[in-house]
Nanobody
Framework: QVQLVESGGGSVQAGGSLRLSCAASGFTHSSRYSMGWFRQAPGKEREGVAA???????NYADSVKGRFTISQDNAKNTLNLRMNSLKPEDTAMYYCAADLSGWSLFPWLSSGSYNYWGQGTQVTVSS
């Protein structure tokens, strides 16, 4: 059974940093996969933040480029998101997602491309 468990969320002041982690279990990486971070603020749609594929290619939303860094540790089956220079508009529930279909061709930021999801971790940035 595939499980994705996020951790590392919390409250921070604007300009601060947080590091999110997603522990993945119940699967071995297929030849082509992608994993990503999404977020959803109250009253807003879920949006893709950053994604990475089996080849190490990354993809970032314009709103976080230069501030967020996605990385993966395959030995530990862990996906990470380093978030610097946080802004109040980064406040949201952050979700880890995985596309394990074996056919992932690009680390898309569309939620429909992912078939497994974690429960989320809250990030709150105060001004």
């Amino acid at each position: 059974q595939v499980q994705l468990v996020e951790s590392g969320g919390g409250s921070v002041q604007a300009g601060g940093s947080l590091r999110l982690s997603c522990a993945a279990s119940g699967f071995t990486h297929s030849s082509r996969y992608s994993m990503g971070w999404f977020r959803q603020a109250p009253g807003k749609e879920r949006e893709g933040v950053a994604a990475i594929d089996s080849g190490g290619r990354t993809n970032y939303a314009d709103s976080v480029k230069g501030r967020f860094t996605i990385s993966q540790d395959n030995a530990k089956n862990t996906l990470n998101l380093r978030m610097n220079s946080l802004k109040p508009e980064d406040t949201a529930m952050y979700y880890c997602a995985a596309d394990l279909s074996g056919w992932s061709l690009f680390p898309w930021l569309s939620s429909g491309s992912y078939n497994y999801w974690g429960q989320g971790t809250q990030v709150t940035v105060s001004s």
